[in-house]
């Protein structure tokens, strides 16, 4: 049977000064959601400024030129709509969920800010304080924080856009300038670098006039050509042992690396069905041998890209085993479980029927998701950015289909054949009544739940 | 970027900020609602928009005591390990064959299973799910495995300062009231068996109270044969009502150390209107305004102003027996007074004086927004019906809530804050290095001795 697939009707456009335009109407309920996402993430960011892509995030919310500090979420809100922003490796995105009748509202205060964002001293030195705060509840002030987005990607990488804390370091957030806000502003938010996407319950003439109107001026700059992070695959294994003076039970996360997600789709989507296959509910391969039969970990995760999102990063990425482990079992132990369930898929292959109800479980989310005007019009905007097709938002079951159980079990192979790159954490609480509190050497999420 | 000097004030020049228009109003579901004779009250709500059927079961589940709620948690995560017909791994097939999911979970009110598969799988879906609820066999080895990683997973939540903060909170407004912990105590878990799970399960897992809701693409009348073919055998006895709350009790500020924490968890609990109280929509709107969104008075004021948290917030959490006021920030050591110092102001603020009119209308436009946008897509649709409808609450509400909303003045606002955040109601917990914040604590407030 055919995966089912959504069809949802596509337009595009694209503005003089080089915006982007996505426009998916949809009348199903009488909301509207508008994003923005911007081609640059923390892998761009200058060395000795690390952090600064999301601290830009935070500094695009403090005002424009129609609009006062911490005015957006304001307009936002009273007009009955939910907002946000966050910073990923390769785009920042900023976006608005709302009553139809707020969208050209919502246009109106995109376009203020990607025109011409006013950053304050003030309003910088707040911020800096506020994303130091996200950093200590998200990271220093918990155990696994930041587990392992933070910390594995040194271990896996060697170069700065690859291997560096997205979050940033302290001293380098604090010496942030308004001299970098500008230069970072000039040099990526161009609307030439820019896509922005309309989803849901909204005239689509009527809203390409909207986005005439307030983008239509926003003078062209030019565009930065994609910068290439591509490194070597490491062909002899690489390890990292860090203590979490925070965490009461060890973790394991180990980083393989795929094939370019961009150049080689099919190759690619062999890998997003492994990941299920290994880790997606109580019958996943990874669930039954750890969780169930072997009892050494409390938890197994296996996702491709930092924050799970499959679609939206350039090569190299990473293909991440995030377990966290029973009290009385080694890394070790897990490693050589892990490593023979890979194994027996590269030499066995799936079972009958295997591939098939993993296909047809992400099928089924796939819809799910889109149901959102919100996840439908950031699917589209993402697939814009990393492919030029927007229209993956539809055909990606279709794609899906297409991978062979063969193709599976060759990507379970190839996890085996490469230099892993394994990050050890130890407990450093472990069974002690009244564990020292202080900075946990791990770090976490650039997302940013309720807040920017 | 423009001139980085600029005030941080709106211009207002001769751009004009476009105005909302007036959205239509959501046309309100229809809901078929049956009752079947097992006491299973089916709530169906036929939605097109995507070719699946989302799932939510309900199941009364409140209990007294540390071992309720230690075999309550193993029950949850033993369900789906064994029926009659499949083991744990077949019964893990069969729903991702159908494109589905189902997940459990439990609290100190339900039991809930939910979950959605393609609409044309709905009669297999509801058949796997019979298969556990009339016939969960809870295998002792996988209910062993099950229970040791609950205590396991016990000792990691607990190493977390938000849930050590809310376990606290929790304690402190609800004194000797089950709902006190919302975590069991990994010592109970480690001693219960199959034999307890199986018990609870005979005991409770009971049609009689429970409410089932299914929206999507299918009809009423084929989700109710499917259901009535599935479930109509399912049989069991009414279950115990949850306890009545106890009064919030104010007193001194109880400090959990935590040494070397770089941050301070700021927590204060109080009592709250149920949400079909006369005063309910005032007391939202008042919440909203205070901390409730991100527009409020206390984001203003403790990050955009001062800069010493990252997401400061309240809420009102409504529970079966009853409704509590949190207000939760998680600010910087150091500037742990200075927060309290703040928050104890915009708490006066509220308690004594009217909000302005702008701040009243624009609470009640997200207010309404936002629960539009709550039931926009099916999943959300679903989660919304089944949550209202366990509190003895229709679909109507959807429409009258936002009618409500519109009815409420500034001096109904101000009424219901001072009844919600009046400062002396409420109990303070703090979860953070004593050493370093107690001083500052005793110059504001009364604290409990170490």
Redesign the interface.
Known sequence: MPL?A?AYPIERARLDNGLRVLLAPDR????VAVSVHYDVGFRSEPEGRTGFAHLFEHLMFQ?S???????H???V???????NGSTHPDHTDYYE??????L??A??LEADRMR????????L??????????I??NV????YGGFPWIKLPPVAFDTFPNAHNGYGDFTELAAAS?ED??DF??KYYAPGNAVLTIAGDFDPDEALTFVERYFGDIPARDVPAPRSFVEPVPSTERRARITDA????AALAVGYRVPDPIADLTGFLAYYLLADVLS????SRLE?RL??KD?SV??VRTYLGTFGSAFEQRDPMLFTLDV?Q??DTTADAVLAAVDEELTRLADDGLVD?EL???Q??V???L??E????LSRGMAMGVHELRRGRPELLNELPGELAAVTAEAVGAAAGSLLTQGRSVLELHAG?ASTA??????SSTAAAATT???P | MTSPASPTTASTAEVVIPAVRPSEPARLPVVADRMLDNGLRVLVVERSSVPLVEVRLRIPFAGHGVEHQARAEVLAETLFTGSTRFDRTRLAIEVQRLGGALSTGVDNDRLTVGGSALASNLEPLLQILAEVLLGATYPPDEVAGERDRIVEDTAVARSQPAVIAREALLARVFGDHPYATGIPDPDVVAAVGADDVRALHARRVSPVGAILTLVGDVTAERAFTAVNAALGAWAGEASQRAAALPAVSPGPVLIVDRPGAVQTNIRLGGAALDRRALGAPAQRLANTIFGGYFSSRLVDNIREDKGYTYSPRSSIDHYQAGSRLTIAADVATEVTGPALLEIWYELGRMALLAPSQQELDAARQYAVGTLALGSATAAGLASTLSALASAGIGVEYLRDHPRALADVSLADVQAAASDLFAPTCLVTVLVGDRQKIARAVEDLLQVTPD
Not at chain 1, 77 to 83: H, L, P
Not at chain 1, 280 to 283: H, N, Q, V
């Open positions: 089912l959504s199903t309920a009488p909301v005002g030129a129609n609009i006062g500090k911490a005015e979420p304001k307009y809100q009273a007009a009955g709509g939910i907002f969920l709302l009553p139809s009748g707020a050209e509202l246009l109106f011409s964002p006013k950053i304050t001293q003030q309003n030195e707040n911020q800096i304080a506020v994303v130091q705060e996200e200590r509840v220093l002030n918990r155990p308004l806000a500008e502003f000039d925070l965490a009461p039970r997606d509910g109580d019958a039954r969780v169930q009892r409390i938890a966290r029973s009290e029927g098939e109800r993993v047809a479980r099928a089924s989310s819809l799910r889109a149901d959102d005007a609480a009244a564990a020292p509190a202080a900075a739940p309720g807040a």
